[in-house]
């Protein structure tokens, strides 16, 4: 199987980073061809508005490039624009070989570089591991995590466990990377100043960037790195490049690293800073604990992320997906040249689309009668719907969709960054099982999995099996007994018609709760006195009603939301907030409340 390997050349290093990609692939025994895809190298890539636009014209330096790309194509099985950018789409129905974007964009990026392309390639590598519902919103059907363990010269190559786990290392703690965006240079000058002993380097520091060899030299001596990302993740080099080393990772989004990663075996996981401070202080003080870890996270690396591993993995999913070429050449989006639009129709345009983007899509009405304008209606609730999770989801797959709505992976996802130092958790209305698993990352925490459809839960059981997972009903939880750390229910509340009975229970089941439902808000056409739009909720608030609905059962309430439903980070929000879904995380149970719950054996 012959693979083209495109990339972009930014810069001469550049060049010469993903040329070293492929002559060790070739080394290794794989058929791979690098193409530069930057005309007139070294240069950034084009923005998508600019490519769109210099190949609308007919720039020269692309039509070149188009011709060469083509050429170079020719008897290859796979075209592999590594990192997604300098492509236009219209060109893709003209290589007969799988397409396969790539990409490791932060979701802030992605409008200008994977959106616009993405939905038109016949498979994906989606380098951020917490991007595929985004990647799935934009229509993207076949997807593959990309490991970017491509570390090269930075893995050193006679290392073993033992010697990580014998060795002496002088050098505490390092973190190379800029501390310039926002975000990330909060955090990361609080543990500038909780260690300053920490060695940092990169854009932004006082000590600027140092060579690859300096670089290689600090990774040998350290005893524990810091992976931080800008958002979601893990998504970058460092985090391979951490265990090739021997290093012991201390990496944020605690969950999906844990997806790659054994938690507490391989590499540790935090959600917030704090967590962080507090993790680095441990291993500092517990060597023993560093060593092992830190041994594991590199037989980690030489069992599923050397080169030589990941791309025997490359190979097997273009393999994979070659062998239904033609099917996910057929499901792949096809480019059509756009017409033009007056400015109106690009603002509206835009508009809608932000509009879809955080769910505010109204559906057509159910009966074509309009009531008029200041009509008193009296306050209207549903009728509950029932548990049919499972049904629907499976109906919705057969029909070509997705068996999870991405948006709702994205929550489920989300939420488990408010989890804290719980270790046994109830969730309640978990269907198949989409928190409970990806909770379930940390084997520290027990979680109890409750669902009214017996199907679902066999389904889960299956498909999302975890150690540390109990999927059940709510007559088997209530033999398990006792009380929990947290309860969590995601998008439940607004099914329930008794939401007291409900929120009582979950008072007396635990201390802490995390509780998510639609904000009624979310737009004009759901603000209304009810009954809510979709037929399976029993009533909608908004933050302001749910917030105060809440403070009657806990004495501290705090309020988030996703400033993208696809992406899972969460913000925290005011009362008057638009944003939807509202999540909350409630604390301290209000004296009392939960007593008749308690009686009722703490179930709903």
Known sequence: MKVVFGYIAWSEQARRWHEGIVQRARALGWEVEGFCLTPGTPKPCYHFDELDRRWRSRDPELVELQRRLKKALTGADVFWNFNGANVHPAWLAEFDCLNVYGCFDDPETSTGLSKPVAPYADACLIGNLACAPLYQSWGVRHHAWAPLAFVGDDAPA??????????????????????????????????????????????????????????????????????????????????????????????????????????GEEVVGFD?????????????????????????????????????????YYFARFAEWCGNKEQLKREAQSWREPSRRTTLEKVSALTQDVARKLGYERRPEESGAELSAGAAVPYLEREEAGGINLAEKEARAAEGGFFEWPNMVALNWACTRLIGEARSILELGGGTGCFASEAAADPGRSIVCVDRDLDALAWARVHRAKSNVKYCTEEEAKFLGGRYDLVVAVDVIEHVSDFNAFLESCCALADRAILTTP???????????????????????????????????????????????????????TVTSRLTPLVARCSHPIKGVGAGASARGGQP
């Open 519 to 573: 904000n009624k808000r979310r737009h004009e056409s759901f603000d209304t006195d009810g009954p809510p739009d979709y037929y399976q909720h029993v009533r909608e608030w908004s933050a302001g009603e749910f917030y105060w609905v809440l403070r009657c059962y806990y004495a501290k309430v705090e309020l988030f939301a996703m400033n993208d439903v696809y992406v899972p980070e969460l913000s925290p929000i």
């Open 158 to 263: 006679s290392l073993t466990p033992e010697q990580v786990l014998a060795e002496e290392r002088p050098l505490e703690l390092v973190f190379f990377g800029e501390r310039e965006s926002a975000w990330r240079r909060d955090r990361l000058d609080l543990l500038a100043r909780e260690f300053p002993a920490a060695m940092f380097r990169g854009r932004g520091w006082p000590g600027g960037y140092v060579s690859a060899e300096e670089r290689q030299a600090a990774y040998r001596r350290a005893r524990i790195g810091w992976n931080l990302h800008n958002g979601v993740g893990p998504v970058n080099l460092r985090f391979f490049a951490l265990l090739a080393n021997g290093v012991l990772q201390i990496c944020d989004n605690k969950c999906r690293t844990g997806q790659a990663l054994a938690l």
């Open 272 to 312: 917030s800073v704090e967590e962080c401070v507090e993790l680095t202080r441990y291993y500092l003080e517990h060597d023993d604990d560093r060593r092992r870890i830190a041994a594991n996270g590199l037989r980690a690396y030489r069992e599923r992320y050397s080169e030589e591993r990941i791309w025997q």
